[in-house]
């Protein structure tokens, strides 16, 4: 019998993952942020998943972290400044073997969750997989694409990745699964803010290729003192072919502020300003992006952390 995984947080990632374990076969339960939700959520037959326009709904257990029962395994599908709290709503039911997955994006928050439970594994991911919600309990599938996993403290990969090939979730372990997730960051930071304060797609900052360069070289220093070079090696080129790739999308931090949602910027540009800062190096554009940022983000009375 597979061990029963916990989804905690129901959108965009959750609901993916969710769905893919259950039409796998595997024991699935959902855990949602309230009774109110848990009740919105039973009041429907399930999560719709939509593939390639087809749509294919699961019926999910729901649960609350008010409900019994012990768990093994958690997949923490929530945003990164929700992680914590979420998290920690939960210590009571996380059994002494507790294996969490955390697919947060940036850095910080898993450090934060792995910090609280010292005794847990905590396994961080790294996807390139999109989805989105339609709507309340259905979530599209956008974009095909990879999710690396990996342990800091434990190279051994988990017995679990069966489940996952089981699911068809393309997944690889990965020996450096930080320079991954560093990687990841630095990208976001060389794009993500800049398609805000210009308010264009990713394709737009063609425009800007200078102020590009700028924050790719400090980038750069700033991966290298973090004794990252693998995330720093040819940072700008990729970002460069990222830009042109992607140049007709909007990036995440674009829809989240287009949208009025709050977003992550504490776990990405925020975080490598404050590593920077912790390092005494100094990153005029960088902290001048992040500056601007808060202020765009304030002006449009969203969060700025
Ligand atoms: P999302 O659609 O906003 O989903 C987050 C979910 O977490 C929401 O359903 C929210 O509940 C739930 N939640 C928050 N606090 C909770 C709590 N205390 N208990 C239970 N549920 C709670 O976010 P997402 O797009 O899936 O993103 C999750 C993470 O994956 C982010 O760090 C994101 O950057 C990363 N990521 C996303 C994608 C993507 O394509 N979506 C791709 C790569 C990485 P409510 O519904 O009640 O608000």
Redesign the pocket.
């Known amino acids: 019998m597979s061990t029963l995984w916990h989804v905690?947080?129901?959108?965009?990632?959750?609901t993916l993952w969710a769905t893919r374990l259950t039409r796998a076969g595997l024991p699935v339960r959902l855990?949602?942020?309230d009774r109110s939700?848990l009740a919105s959520y039973q009041a429907v037959s399930g999560l719709t998943l939509v593939e390639q326009g087809q749509a294919h709904t699961y019926p999910v257990i729901g649960e609350t972290?008010d409900s019994p029962g012990l768990i093994h395994r958690l997949l923490v599908?929530?945003?990164?400044y929700?992680a914590q709290?979420?998290v920690a709503?939960l210590a009571h039911r996380l059994a002494p073997d507790a294996e969490l997955i955390l697919?947060?994006?940036?850095l910080g928050s898993q450090d934060a969750v792995a910090a609280q439970l010292p005794q847990a594994r905590c396994v961080f991911a790294s996807?390139?997989?999109?989805?989105?919600?339609e709507s309340e309990w259905r979530v599209v599938f956008?974009?095909h694409g990879y999710t690396w996993l990996g342990d800091v403290n434990h190279p051994t990969p988990p017995l679990w990745l069966e489940d996952l090939h089981a699911a068809g979730i393309a997944h690889e372990w990965s020996t450096d699964i930080l320079t991954r997730l560093w990687r990841k960051l630095a990208l976001n930071c060389a794009i993500n803010p800049l398609t805000v304060i210009h308010h264009c797609r990713n394709g737009g900052l063609q425009d800007h290729r200078c102020e590009v360069a700028i924050l790719c070289s400090e980038l750069t220093q700033l991966l290298d003192r973090c004794g990252q070079p693998a995330a720093a090696h040819n940072l700008q080129a990729e970002v460069e072919r990222v830009i042109q790739a992607t140049a007709a999308n909007y990036s995440?931090m674009y829809q989240d502020v287009a949208n009025g949602r709050r977003t992550?910027i504490s776990y990405l540009l925020g975080y490598a300003c404050r590593v920077a800062l912790r390092h005494q190096l100094s990153l005029p554009h960088l902290q001048q992006l992040q500056v601007r940022l808060v202020q765009h983000l304030d002006a449009h009375r969203l969060p700025i952390d």
Do not use: V
Request: glycine content about 20%; aromatic content about 2%; hydrophobic content about 35%.
């Open positions: 905690l947080g129901a959108g965009s990632l959750g855990i949602l942020r939700r972290a599908a929530c945003k990164a929700d709290g979420a709503q697919l947060q994006n940036g996807s390139t997989e999109g989805a989105y919600r956008a974009g995440s992550e």
